[in-house]
Every structure is written in C-alpha cells, then in structure tokens.
C-alpha cells in the first residue's frame, strides 16, 4: 500500500506562481515513477508531468513545458510541482500518481498505467 498527499493548491491569478508537493509513504518511494495529472470540469484526466525514479529524467505535456518543473527528494518522499505563468486553462484538480512498475525509465502519460493516487488539489487560475 502507498498513501499519496497532495498539497500547494489554492487561488492565483493569471501569470502567478504555485508549487504543489505530492508526500507520499508506505512504499519504497525512491524506485517508482511518479506523475501528475489534472482533471477540469467535465473533461477527462491528463497528463501534466512526470519524473522517472532516480529523478535523472522528466517528462512535460505540451500544455505545460517551458512553465512547470518537476522534481523529486527521495530522502524526502516528496515530489513537487512548480508551476509559472499560470494560465485560466490551467484551473484543474492536480493530482499525483505512483507508476505500476518499478525502476523503469520509461515514462507513462496514461493515467491507467499508475496505480496509486492521491486525493488531489484544487487550483483555480482567475483571468
């Protein structure tokens, strides 16, 4: 069993800042990959970013690159989410997942393929 927290979220305004961080505990978090997803109102959850185990590779969706980061402390069992020049299409609940397979470099962007999630967080982005 892995329990996941979410938290950073809140209300911005457009062309603001945010920094999510997913706590995670009860497994060895260090071995998987971890990603965050986002699901709007009335649309299907997608992928946002993800960070391999070893922290030595990330992934982006399109939507976000060159304005969120993430990154992993393993000695923290944390992963975060910084998030830039935030845009109202941005406005999500953000959450964070484990990848079902261990030690992989592989990087998922379905989210069916993560097996462990956690409650997620809101983020609002006023225009």
């Known amino acids: 069993q892995v329990q996941l927290v979410e938290s950073g979220g809140g209300l911005v305004q457009a062309g603001g800042s945010l920094r999510l961080s997913c706590a995670a505990s009860?497994?060895?978090?260090?071995?998987?990959?971890i990603g965050w997803f986002r699901q709007a109102p009335g649309k299907e959850r997608e992928f946002v970013a993800a960070v391999i185990w070893s922290g030595l590779n990330t992934v982006y969706s399109d939507s976000v690159k060159g304005r969120f980061t993430i990154s992993r402390d393993n000695a923290k069992n944390t992963v975060d989410l910084q998030m830039n020049s935030l845009k109202s299409e941005d406005t999500a609940v953000y959450y964070c997942?484990?990848?079902?397979?261990?030690?992989?470099?592989?990087?998922?962007?379905?989210?069916?393929?993560?097996?462990?999630w956690g409650q997620g967080t809101q983020v609002t982005v006023s225009s």
């Open positions: 009860g497994r060895t978090f260090s071995r998987y990959n």
């Open positions: 997942a484990v990848y079902a397979r261990m030690y992989t470099d592989f990087v998922s962007g379905d989210p069916l393929t993560y097996d462990y």
